[in-house]
């Protein structure tokens, strides 16, 4: 058999209770052939049961941590294992469809990319809704200040009107929901940056690559969505948490901002951080509710700072700088 040119390398994205849907739909739906390596970090041994033998059955590698990785973390360990020539990081919340990785791999083939990006959806709306099919992200100089300028191209549009009006195109912006990235240019670079373990990363590696000299590329014939899960789900609420604490988040921030001398308080991070720690407050919606009607605005102000102040201890737990040695398991193949 012909080796596969490409490795998928699958993460936690902020929850667990979608992967084993998620796998399995990524094993029956892509023709192309590939390399897996799953990085479960920590999953409820349930769903991690599940998980290992979707694994089994298929074939590949499985790197299991007895604790919740930060995302780069989950991916460097998974990247140490690729010796493709094309590497594909998904998150463990994407359905795939039909074509998407033979689309991606082409249009690097094609182009030369550095890296690749598909047309990004949001799961489990109708009409479907594109979360990102491009855009920028580059930093420019304005009066003596560097400055992030950052955009979503086609975001929350339905898909129906998207896709009728774009073709293969150069981009500077792709998120780590699904992207293909040139496995020799990502080595060259030493693997991901770690200084933007759990924020920002997706910002870091585009403009890495760029300064490099790599060209990125949106290709709309490769479609995912990443399913929106319910925080407070079972196998969710644990890693939903600690994956956009404080703590975390503002670890990823000094990062980007001292390695591409951004100031803290750049518009564009200063959007991101809203919707971040917005993340990290939607299991508190009910909570929210009550201590409103009961103490106003003030009472929430205190419920968010109990929360918060829970929720950093736990990341100062989380805090050593490199994840714990994994356990790994190589599967050699399919079986009957």
Sequence with gaps: MTEPLVSVVVVPREGFRQAPDCLARLLVSTE?????????????????????????????????????????????????????????????????????????????????AAFVSPVICIGARTPPEVHVAGGVNRIVEEAGRRRLIETYDHASRPLSEVLPGIARQSTTMAEFHAILIRTDSLKAMGGLDERCPTAFEHNDLCLSLE???????????????????????????????????????????????????????????????????????????HIRRVARRLGGEAAVTRVYALADRWVDGVARRHRNGHPPEPRVILYPGPRA
């Design 211 to 285: 300064a490099r000299g790599g060209a990125g590329w949106l290709e709309p014939t490769s479609i995912v969505d990443y399913v929106h899960d319910s925080p407070t789900a079972p196998g969710n609420l644990r890693y939903h948490l600690l994956r956009w604490s404080r703590a975390w988040i503002q670890e990823s921030l000094d990062g980007l901002c001292d390695k591409w001398g951004l100031e803290r308080d750049d518009p564009a991070l200063a959007s991101d951080l809203e919707s971040l720690h917005g993340r990290r407050r939607k299991p508190l919606r």
């Design 32 to 112: 192309t052939p590939f390399r897996l390596v799953y990085v479960d970090g920590n999953a409820p041994a349930r769903i991690a049961r599940r998980v290992r033998g979707l694994v089994a059955r298929h074939g590949g590698t499985l790197v299991r941590t007895n604790r919740f990785l930060r995302p780069t973390h989950a991916r460097n360990l998974g990247f140490q294992r690729v010796d493709t020539r094309y590497t594909v990081f998904l998150d463990n919340d994407v359905r795939v469809t039909a074509g998407w990785l033979d689309a991606l791999v082409s249009c690097a083939e094609e182009t030369g």
